[in-house]
């Protein structure tokens, strides 16, 4: 693997894209088998990848234009740029299903499932003390400070809650100065703000010692953050979209107003051994995300797109609407059993991702 360092413009509107303009010149002076572009958000540069005759497939990520961070020129530009996204790439990806349905439902569009992997770890604790918390003494919320991701809900609900219990929060907003001085407003003397925590180790430790998980992510798909926290055995109170419930079914319980959040705490709290069987279930369920499993399908991915095999004809780009017939979902690239290539007598292409 040659791992290549390009800058951004670190501008909220730009960085993004300019990024993975960089990224994408540099594949036309080291030209590449097949090519990753991950964001919907790059679409515009897919016409430069085509000129070069690289097959590229699009990590369509999540419904980037329900962020509200974007205003409505912003907006426009995602729902641009799936359809760009939809009309120019070989390939799409999709890491949930719910992006999936989305995809087929809009435009007609198949996509290849590839969602991440959930780590089952069971880090220890001894690194909560240097942040002054005992194991299964706080609630814990792992977050960018962003509207979508309704960190505010969760900390107006805590407040109304009789929780004895702190609530920890990881995590800060680059570019969302009104919108974290609401979140840290709305907090009294049980919530502590962590910031940042970039020590992989602690942070690990922080998620399996957590009484529950609260996570608000409502427009991403499957959340890296969610896998980790199930990945760890910690039950899990997450806001009511299907995203979530894919991963967490009935192992979770959902919310969507403050007042859902208190009362889910409360109960929580009152209920230890309610919380450990949920959190048992949903290490369980945490089994079924395998990095295994995704590194095999990007590989098979990336000899299909080597090997040119996908249609040369795709969707238009144009919305159709989730009330008409759409087509079928392409099932994810499953994992070689034991004794079989992936590929016999195929060398692995050489792949580049362009990502922010």
Avoid: C
């Avoid at 991950?38 to 699009?58: S, V």
């Avoid at 809650?161 to 929060?169: D, F, G, M, N």
């Avoid at 940042?196 to 953050?225: E, F, I, R």
């Amino acid at each position: 693997m040659e791992l290549v360092h390009l800058p951004a413009a670190r501008k909220r509107a730009l960085e993004t894209l300019s990024h993975s303009a960089l990224s994408v010149a540099h594949l036309m002076a080291h030209r590449v088998d097949a090519a990753l572009v991950f964001n919907a958000a790059n679409a515009p540069l897919l016409p430069a990848l085509r000129a070069a005759r690289i097959p590229t497939a699009t990590h369509v990520d999540g419904l980037e234009w329900k962020r509200a961070k974007w205003g409505p020129v912003g907006q426009r530009y995602y729902r641009l740029a799936e359809s760009l996204a939809v009309r120019w790439s070989d390939v799409l990806i999709a890491d949930a299903q719910g992006i999936a349905d989305y995809y087929r439902g809009e435009f007609g569009a198949p996509t290849t499932l590839l969602t991440y992997g959930a780590p089952l770890i069971e880090p220890g604790s001894d690194r909560l003390a240097e942040l002054g918390l005992e194991p299964g003494g706080y609630h814990l919320v792992v977050a960018r400070f962003e509207p979508e991701n309704h960190v505010e809900v969760i900390v107006e609900g805590y407040v109304r809650s009789a929780a004895a219990k702190p609530l920890v929060i990881v995590g800060s907003a680059p570019y969302s100065d009104a919108y974290t001085a609401r979140v840290h407003a709305a907090a009294d003397d049980r919530v502590r703000f962590l910031g940042g925590v970039w020590d992989q180790g602690q942070l690990d430790q922080l998620y399996a010692n957590s009484y529950t998980y609260l996570h608000g992510h409502s427009v991403g798909g499957t959340n890296p953050s969610l896998l980790r926290a199930i990945g760890t055995g910690t039950a899990v109170l997450a806001y009511d979209v299907d995203f979530n419930r894919e991963v967490v079914a009935e192992s979770g319980q959902y919310f969507v107003s403050p007042a859902d959040v208190a009362a889910l705490v409360d109960a929580a709290e009152a209920d230890p051994a309610a919380v450990a069987r949920h959190g048992r279930r949903a290490r369980e369920l945490a089994g079924a995300y395998d990095w295994d499993d995704v590194a095999a399908g990007y590989e098979k991915l990336a000899l299909q797109l080597a090997g040119r095999r996908f249609p040369a004809r795709r969707p238009s780009g144009h919305r159709i609407g989730s009330g008409r017939a759409a087509l079928s979902i392409v099932p994810a690239p499953r994992a070689a059993s034991a004794g079989e290539s992936m590929a016999p007598g195929t060398d692995a292409p050489r792949l580049r991702g362009a990502q922010q």
